[in-house]
């Protein structure tokens, strides 16, 4: 188990914001280059490495893919409301 970092940092002026130094050993234990996420939980800021919009579904549902994982229905199933001429 990684031995997690406890550093002190003190809050600095960028322009008319504040930041946050956070030191290499930080960012190399959660993985933080480029953008982030910011969230409030409690009284503590949580900041986080910015995902993908769906980063590793793929690799979750190979996971989750089963033989039994069949169509409900066949995709070439028509009836008499698909063959109709619809009028809106």
Known sequence: MKRQAVITTEIISIGNSKG???????REQVGLEGKVTLAVKGDALVVRPKRKLREGWDAAFKRSASKDDALLLPDDLQNEFDDKEWTW
Not at 20 to 26: D, Q, V
């Open 20 to 26: 946050l130094r956070i030191p290499k050993a930080i």
